[in-house]
T-cell receptor, first 112, second 112 residues
Framework: GIQVEQSPPDLILQEGANSTLRCNFS?????LQWFHQNPWGQLINLFY???GTKQNGRLSATTVATERYSLLYISSSQTTDSGVYFC??????????????FGAGTRLFVKA | NAGVTQTPKFQVLKTGQSMTLQCAQD?????MSWYRQDPGMGLRLIHYSVGAGITDQGEVPNGYNVSRSTTEDFPLRLLSAAPSQTSVYFC???????????FGQGTRLTVV
């Protein structure tokens, strides 16, 4: 099946620093989303980005579908950015149904 | 705005017991799904539904049943709980496939 790999697995930043999180996937996909799971466990959708670039405040994401990767940029990091960032892809299965596959996540801790 | 509501938030079961995790959304979303989250493994899709009366298996369906009699509700049934089903369960919904997903708060299930 399709493999989704996220890097780095863990990241510690000083408040105010910038970072780039990467998501590689092993096959073509129909959809790609980035999620943030805060320290209380809540999952929040950040971007729906099967291709191209999107920006939302200090966050932006770029997906290059032809090269099978996506990047999440966090600028001027804040302590509230701490948590786990997940990349999730969707693709149509052989039987016509479709599957959602999550990466293992990047755990981010932003120090004050 | 309630969004996606999961109940209960916490549950402890004995091996062999059955139970139903509830999920309800008030956004008139067609697509709903259940995931389990285990440490270090990200989220894995259990079952999903593209509309009332239509369900399909995800990545890890064994030991779980679902039904979708209404647009609003998508319960997940554990037929005979096993310790391997100890996990955090998330329900999600979206307008349709390949659109932004909204997650519930999660249910932390422990099987002893």
């Amino acid at each position: 099946g399709i493999q989704v790999e996220q890097s780095p697995p863990d990241l510690i930043l000083q408040e105010g620093a910038n970072s780039t999180l990467r998501c590689n996937f092993s096959d073509s996909v129909n959809n790609l989303q980035w999620f943030h799971q805060n320290p209380w466990g809540q999952l929040i959708n950040l971007f729906y980005i099967p291709s191209g670039t999107k920006q939302n405040g200090r966050l932006s994401a770029t997906t290059v579908a032809t090269e099978r990767y996506s990047l999440l940029y966090i600028s001027s990091s804040q302590t509230t950015d701490s948590g786990v960032y997940f990349c999730a892809v969707e693709r149509v299965g052989y039987t016509g149904g479709f599957k959602t596959i999550f990466g293992a996540g990047t755990r981010l801790f932003v120090k004050a | 705005n309630a969004g996606v509501t999961q109940t209960p938030k916490f549950q402890v079961l004995k091996t062999g017991q059955s139970m139903t995790l509830q999920c309800a959304q008030d956004m008139n979303h067609e697509y709903m799904s259940w995931y389990r989250q285990d440490p270090g493994m990200g989220l894995r899709l259990i079952h999903y539904s593209v509309g009332a009366g239509i369900t399909d298996q995800g990545e890890v369906p064994n030991g779980y049943n679902v039904s979708r009699s209404t647009t609003e509700d998508f319960p997940l049934r554990l037929l005979s709980a096993a310790p391997s089903q100890t996990s955090v369960y998330f329900c999600a919904s979206s307008i349709e496939r390949n659109t932004e997903a909204f997650f519930g708060q999660g249910t932390r299930l422990t099987v002893v």
